[in-house]
């Protein structure tokens, strides 16, 4: 998802500050399911302005010697026309897993099996706690978020439950060590050494 997309969808919904923007983003769990950074954020928030996409609303000065007046951002409509046109292209987008341990999948029989082990053994726990989290929120807050974000987190959820079934084939194999075997040239499985 476009860090663009995001803070406008924000701005839909009412004017905010970009700090505002991003607790909503960590209090609905959002940064679990899009990769978000404080500093994209930020960039983003700065390059809308410049565009004319979202403007701002109030400023608000802030108590305190040094610190920045708060301003508060809404959005414009060349904004809401611009979130469309970014809304409707993502839900356009086609899907494909992407598990940032797939890259290395080929090559895991070069490598020492324990470690992958190790490394499966941790990322299967990371999965675990997403997981967890999303089902604790959606217990928490189910029936008073948006449909469309409890459709969010369903789909969350499955994803990460489908992750962990493959985290966990992945360290079963890991540990019975037959990422280290290849087929010989009589068509044997054997160990590489």
């Known amino acids: 998802m476009s860090m663009k997309m995001m803070v406008l969808g924000l701005l839909m919904e009412y004017d905010r500050h970009p700090y505002d923007m991003r ?40 108590p305190g010697e040094h610190r920045p007046d708060k301003t508060i951002y809404r959005i414009t409509e060349a904004g809401r026309e611009k979130f469309l046109e970014l809304f409707y292209a993502q839900l356009e987008q086609s899907a494909y897993p992407q598990h940032p341990m797939m890259m290395a999948m080929p090559f895991l029989r070069h490598a020492n ?17 997403r ?17 469309s974000s409890k459709r969010m987190l369903d789909g969350m959820i499955l994803y990460g439950r489908a992750e ?11 540990r019975s060590g037959r990422f280290a075997e290849e087929r010989g040239p009589d068509g044997k ?5």
Request: glycine share 4%; charged share 35%; aromatic share 8%.
């Open 189 to 193: 499985w054997r160990k590489i050494d």
């Open 131 to 147: 997981i967890e989290k999303m089902e604790a929120k959606l217990q928490e807050r189910g029936n008073i978020m948006p449909s």
């Open 113 to 129: 099996q324990e470690r992958i082990a190790e490394i499966a053994e941790r990322q299967l726990e990371a999965c675990r706690k």
């Open 164 to 174: 962990l079934a493959w985290l966990t084939d992945t360290l079963e194999e890991a």
């Open 23 to 62: 607790q909503a983003i960590n209090d609905r769990n959002w940064n679990y399911a899009f990769k978000l950074r404080d500093g994209s954020l930020y960039y983003a928030v700065d390059q809308l302005r410049e565009s004319g996409l979202i403007e701002a609303s109030e400023v608000v000065p802030v």
